[in-house]
């Protein structure tokens, strides 16, 4: 009597994460690498116009008026810069735009945060309904209020004077800030609020110590918004003030083009003066900034 004995094939080990990691890898540093060369594209089509404002404040006129252009600058000089400071109205324009802007910036983060701590804290009929009004405020272009904010303010003596424009600024910006600020404010437990309340804080002494510390990275992102916006506006600017002492910078630029034409190295030098402010403040408070924007905004 024979008996047949049959091989049972022994089972394929599954291949560890390791091995497959190892065998995907080539595709994905390909694929890494074609969004890092895009993303290179991108920054540098981004960063060119500021690379040539730059370069154009530092090039001699009868060079910036040449067809022949270049990348770099045949020769560097500094005389565009002399000449955009000794513009006539250059004191009084950085004087009323710092002016203008920190007063729209501090009043609008004032009453923002009074605003967006009453929205996320208390329970009031037509709550929701002014989160919406909020949310659609920020869909109306600027050009289509620019009617009714110059007959209200032409009515009540506001223009030619900075309250008007500092008004303009400060309402323009509370929509967003209010909202920013709100989910930071959801997002911090009442629980501590209400501890430091025990301990012996009034609800402002609670609010001073424990809640604005945490509202910091919310109130560097709105505060970065609200000083783009008033610093760098111009419609406003122009329409509502027409005092030539009380210019703002952006509307002093329109000075560098007369009946003999324009004058590019110091408007370009004056452009880039321009806007080391506010690159120096988001510099400064960048870190805040973006923890603000990922962070608190997205809950609530």
């Known amino acids: 009597m024979s ?21 995907l890898r080539p595709d994905r540093k390909k694929s890494r690498g074609i969004y ?66 920190v007063t729209a910036v501090v009043g609008g983060m004032i009453i923002a945060t009074l605003a967006a701590l ?23 272009p600027p050009t289509a209020m620019l009617i009714p904010i110059y007959a209200q303010l032409n009515a009540i003596g506001g223009l030619d004077e900075y309250w008007g424009l500092i008004v303009v600024y400060l309402v323009s910006t509370l929509p967003f800030a209010i909202i920013m600020i709100r989910g930071f404010v959801v997002n911090i437990p009442v629980e501590l609020e209400e ?24 109130l560097a992102a709105a505060s970065i918004f609200a000083l783009v916006n008033a610093w760098n506006e111009y419609l406003f600017a122009y329409i509502l003030i027409n005092d030539n002492s009380k210019y703002t910078l952006n509307v ?7 009946e003999r034409g324009t004058d590019y190295g110091a408007l370009m030098a004056s452009s880039t003066m321009i806007a080391l402010p506010v690159v120096v403040f988001f510099m400064i408070i960048q ?8 962070s608190g905004a997205v809950k609530g």
């Open 252 to 258: 002093w630029l329109m000075t560098f083009t007369t």
């Open 118 to 140: 009453a929205i996320g804290r208390f329970r009031f009929f037509g709550r929701r309904a002014l989160l919406m009004v909020l949310i659609l405020v920020q869909m109306l």
């Open 195 to 218: 501890s430091a309340m025990v301990d012996g804080c009034t609800r402002m002494g609670a609010f001073r110590r424990v809640i604005f510390p945490l509202l910091a990275p919310g």
């Open 287 to 294: 870190k805040k900034m973006a923890t603000g924007l990922t």
């Open 36 to 101: 890092d060369v895009l993303g290179l594209l991108f920054a540098v089509v981004m960063a060119f116009p500021v690379y040539w404002l730059i370069i154009s404040s530092l090039r001699p006129n009868h060079e910036i008026r040449s067809y022949d252009q270049t990348l770099w600058p045949s020769s560097l000089t500094f005389d565009n810069f002399a000449r955009a400071v000794e513009q006539p109205n250059f004191s009084t324009a950085v004087q009323s735009s710092l002016i203008v802007s």
């Open 3 to 23: 008996t047949s004995t049959s091989t049972v094939p022994a089972p394929v080990p599954a291949p560890s994460p390791a091995a497959v990691e190892q065998k």
